[in-house]
C-alpha cells in the first residue's frame, strides 16, 4: 500500500516549456487536489477533483490545467512553463470531504 | 487568497523544554488542523479539531480550537529532537461538494540538545 506518489521528484524546465506531473493514490479516495508550496508560504491550492472526471479550479489555477481521467490519478500540467511557476508541488487525496488529507512527498520543479 | 497568520515564524528551543505557537484567522472555520513537515516530505496530520471549544491531546502535542472559531493554538511539551520540522497550522470550511484547507506560514521548530 503506496498511498500518494508523486512523479517525478524533481525536474528542472526552461521558460516555455511543458510538462505534466502524475499523482497517484491506491486508497481508492474520492477526492484529490494539487498544492504548491513556496518559500514563508503556506500551501496553497491549485486544482481539485471531487471525483473520476471532475476537476475545479483551487486559489492559484493560472497556468496549471489538470485531469482526472481514472480515480487512482490525478495529472497537473504546466502548458508554457514561467519562472514564477518554480516551487514544490504537493498532490493530497482523502476519501471523504471530512476525511485526513493524505500528501504525496512532492515534486520539487525549477523553471530557469 | 485567504492565508492564516501562523506565529512564531521560527523557535530555537533547547531538548526538553515546552512549546507553543498558534494560528489566528480573520474568518472562521468548522475545522482546525495541525501538520507537521519534515525535509523532503509532504505534511502529515497530528491532530484536528472539529469543535468550538474542543482541546485535545495526541501524545506530548495539545492543540485547541478557539472558541470565535477563528484561532487555533498547539502545544509541544518536552521537545525532542525528533520535533523539528515545519508545523502548519490549517483552517477547513465546509462550503457545498467542496472542503478546502487554508494554511497558514508554517512555525519552523528548531531543537537543540
Known amino acids: 500500500n503506496a498511498g500518494v506518489t508523486q512523479t517525478p521528484k524533481f525536474r528542472v524546465l526552461k521558460t516555455g516549456q511543458s510538462m505534466t506531473l502524475l499523482c497517484a493514490q491506491d486508497m481508492n479516495h474520492e477526492y484529490m487536489y494539487w498544492y504548491r508550496q513556496d518559500p514563508g508560504m503556506g500551501l496553497r491550492l491549485i486544482h481539485y477533483s471531487v471525483g473520476e472526471g471532475t476537476t475545479a479550479k483551487g486559489e492559484v489555477p493560472d497556468g496549471y490545467n489538470v485531469s482526472r481521467l481514472k480515480k487512482q490519478n490525478f495529472l497537473l500540467g504546466l502548458e508554457s512553463a514561467a519562472p514564477s511557476q518554480t516551487s514544490v508541488y504537493f498532490c493530497?487525496?482523502?476519501?471523504?470531504?471530512?476525511?485526513?488529507?493524505?500528501f504525496g512527498p512532492g515534486t520539487r520543479l525549477t523553471v530557469t | 487568497g485567504q492565508q492564516l497568520n501562523q506565529s512564531p515564524q521560527s523557535m530555537f528551543i533547547q531538548e526538553g523544554e515546552d512549546v507553543s505557537m498558534n494560528c489566528t484567522s480573520s474568518s472562521i472555520f468548522n475545522t482546525w488542523l495541525w501538520y507537521k513537515q519534515e525535509p523532503g516530505e509532504g505534511p502529515v496530520l497530528l491532530i484536528a479539531?472539529?469543535?468550538?471549544?474542543e482541546l485535545t491531546s495526541n501524545g506530548r502535542l495539545t492543540a485547541q480550537f478557539g472558541i470565535t472559531r477563528k484561532d487555533s493554538f498547539l502545544n509541544i511539551s518536552a521537545s525532542i529532537p525528533s520535533d523539528v520540522g515545519i508545523y502548519f497550522c490549517?483552517?477547513?470550511?465546509?462550503?457545498?461538494?467542496?472542503?478546502?484547507?487554508?494554511f497558514g506560514t508554517g512555525t519552523r521548530l528548531q531543537v537543540t540538545l
Open positions: 493530497a487525496s482523502r476519501m471523504t470531504l471530512q476525511g485526513e488529507q493524505y
Open positions: 490549517a483552517g477547513q470550511l465546509m462550503t457545498g461538494t467542496a472542503s478546502k484547507l487554508t
Open positions: 479539531l472539529y469543535k468550538a471549544g
